[in-house]
Antibody
Framework: EVHLVESGGGLVQPGGSLRLSCVAS????????MAWVRQAPGKGLEWVAN????????YSVDSVKGRFTISRDNAKNSLYVQMNGLRAEDTAIYYC?????????????WGQGTLVTVSS | DIQVTQSPSSLSASVGDRVTITCRAS??????LNWFQQKPGRVPKLLIY???TLQGGVPSRFSGTESGTDFTLTISSLQPDDFATYYCLQTYSAPWTFGQGTKVQIK
């Protein structure tokens, strides 16, 4: 059974940094693209970033470019996002998700999410 | 960037009703559209990918269709478990973009 478990969320001051982790199990992690998606409290979903199996391709939403870095460690079945220069508008639940492909990409498995709160 | 406009933002319906939700993409996205269901405090659940392919375990009352840049999610006979918020997501090109969401409420 596929499991994705995020960790690393918490309260951080504006301008601060945080590193989120997502540990995967139940599938061959190194064979899949992975993604981060976030959801601000009471708001809709926002795609944050994707990363290819070997890290050779990465894509992210403009609002986090230059501040967030997505990475992975296939030996540890882990996905990461390093978040620097955090802003109040980055406050959200951050989900990691697995990508698969069939007539287009899709996000088939999601973790439970970890809450990041940016506030002074 | 590709914009996705989802409508309506909310709707009220009764058990047994047929419900349709639409997403319109600002340009061609082929069939690269996902539909998700999210209940309060829960993780989004994939319903449909490739515009019309039902994810495993999803009831057959859910269906998706595509006509050019217009995509429709249909619930053929609304059940009590279906009251939730629904989102579409285009995965044709980065940045991927979600629709604004449609909250399906009990009439």
């Amino acid at each position: 059974e596929v499991h994705l478990v995020e960790s690393g969320g918490g309260l951080v001051q504006p301008g601060g940094s945080l590193r989120l982790s997502c540990v995967a199990s139940g599938f061959a992690f190194s064979n899949y693209w992975m993604a981060w998606v976030r959801q601000a409290p009471g708001k809709g979903l926002e795609w944050v970033a994707n990363i290819k199996q070997d890290e050779s391709e990465q894509y992210s939403v403009d609002s986090v470019k230059g501040r967030f870095t997505i990475s992975r460690d296939n030996a540890k079945n882990s996905l990461y996002v390093q978040m620097n220069g955090l802003r109040a508008e980055d406050t959200a639940i951050y989900y990691c998700a697995r990508l698969d492909y069939g007539s287009g990409w899709y996000l088939d498995y999601w973790g439970q999410g970890t809450l990041v709160t940016v506030s002074s | 960037d590709i914009q996705v406009t989802q409508s309506p933002s909310s709707l009220s319906a009764s058990v047994g009703d047929r419900v349709t939700i639409t997403c319109r993409a600002s340009q061609n996205i082929a069939r690269s559209l996902n539909w998700f269901q999210q209940k309060p405090g829960r993780v989004p659940k994939l319903l449909i990918y490739g515009a019309s392919t039902l994810q495993g375990g999803v009831p057959s009352r859910f269906s998706g269709t595509e006509s050019g840049t217009d995509f429709t999610l249909t619930i053929s006979s609304l059940q009590p478990d279906d009251f939730a918020t629904y989102y579409c997501l285009q995965t044709y090109s980065a940045p991927w973009t979600f629709g604004q969401g449609t909250k399906v409420q009990i009439k």
